[in-house]
């Protein structure tokens, strides 16, 4: 029901439902009141002229003074249906004859319908019968409707013998008529009756018109506009609303329909455009693809390239050692070997050639770990146990540098899907860059803790060295890149670690400043991805 009465349809047709019942009530009330007042008008013109009947029926016998006539005619024309009582009083109000026994002996001036004769000084002598004419309820509760009449004093009466009323007086008594209004308040229950029946219907016949009217003019255009708005908003521009009247309506449909027109039209154009555009992009595309793939072809050359400098400069080094050396054992040896004095000096000289031997085994050990890195095997592992077992394994080259190492483990850490032994290179990578970075009496501390949304657990290794520039931050993961002396490492170790990482489909942080430390993170989550993260090293040397 509430829906119904939030259509603007329903609206409209309740208001105007209601004007015409109002309007139809209001007609009918004032056409029944007209009709009552007529037959009250009715009702008064019977009485006036009853009274005046009256009048003249007993001015012979009041003339003559034969006052018991008089009240006999009076008396016997108050038994007539419809008359309710007749009275006769004088002027000082006194009454002096009435067919009503309970009547009042005398009568108040300033009451009934005397008031308005004497509310002036001098009492007014000929009024209109509507104002003699007044209506009161009587004693049973029955509405009653009463008229007053003067009896003057005409020339005959004044010098009649019998009276004695002076020429000056003009009026000697008032006849009060009383009458019914029974037949005329039925006629006005039946006025009513039929005034509301005749409201009602007239109502009811206007309602349908209205209906049918409204449903005819605006519900079904209105509809069929709803129904062509949702045909476009459900992008069917087809769609053509068939209104064709002269009105607003009409109008306005036909404005719809031209706007869907155009918009087809306009989404046709942009379809046009889109698909040109596609074509050109597609092109675009296909002209950047060979472009990359030329750059990545350049690129590896060049990678390839640099890395041939930096392996062949970092191995000439220690292999220009190792000729140098020999030649000096060389030098030393004789026919009958080496002479006792020069004993020491040909072993230092092996011991030299030995560790200039091992730095290149070093160099091309981390070189086969960048460029073989392999896709991680996960298993739940323990972190906080790796971290223990790799702090065990490097912990005597700590106690040689003179750093002291201090775990921070968090308390039930879940179980981490990884590769063991890549995430243990990981963490022995970290802990000897910052032990190498940090001076003697340094602090180098590791800790694990379990973050939220997304869970994921964190590696936090954070030494007390010497920091790393800003200007070298960005390019630490590169391969080749160090900020070690010169024979200390190839540049290699950070470039493994990132590459760790993002197989795990985790991160690495770092967060340094000179003389203030460095702190790296590592992020691994604890949920083991679709799809491994891919690894954007080891393609150098694809």
Sequence with gaps: ?????????????????????????VSAYLIAQSQEQALLDEMVTAADQLSQGIRAATWHA???DRRSDAYAIMDAIAREQGIASIRFFN?????????????????????????????????????QAPSRARLFEGADGSRKLAIVTPIYNEASCSTAACHAHPPDQRVLGVLDVAMGTEGVDKQRAAIVRNAVWSAVVATLLMAAFIIFLTRRLVSVPLRELIRGTQAVAEMDLDRRIDIHTRDELGELAAAFNIMASRLQSALGEISDFTRALEDRVAERTRQLGVAQSKLVQADRLSSLGQLAASVAHEINNPIAGVLNFAMLMERLLTDQGVP?????????YVRAICEETARVGRIVSDLLAFSRQSSPR????????????TAALVGHKLDLASVRL???LADDLPPVPCDASQVQQVVINLLMNAAEA???????????RLMQGPERVELVVRDSGVGIPKESLARIFDPFFTTKEEGKGVGLGLAVVYGIVQGHAGSIDVVSAPGSGTTFTVSLPLVTPEKPAADDLGGILG
Excluded: W
């Excluded at 029901?1 to 139809?24: C, N, P, Y």
């Excluded at 006792?340 to 230092?348: C, I």
């Excluded at 996960?378 to 077992?389: E, F, K, P, S, Y």
């Design 62 to 64: 009041m003339r003559a």
């Design 340 to 348: 006792p004095e020069r004993l020491a000096d040909f072993r230092r």
């Design 91 to 127: 002027k000082e109000g006194l009454v002096t004859f009435s067919t009503d026994p309970h009547a009042a002996e005398r009568v108040d001036k300033n009451a009934e319908a005397c008031f308005l004769c004497h509310e002036r000084d001098v009492p007014l002598v000929h009024i």
């Design 406 to 408: 201090e775990l921070k």
């Design 378 to 389: 996960r298993m739940d592992g323990d972190l906080n146990a790796i971290v223990r077992q």
């Design 1 to 25: 029901m509430r829906l119904i009465f939030k259509r603007t349809t329903s609206r409209l047709i309740l208001a105007l439902t209601f004007v015409v019942a109002a309007v139809t009530g």
């Design 438 to 448: 940090t001076p003697r009496d340094g602090l180098v501390e590791v800790s694990t």
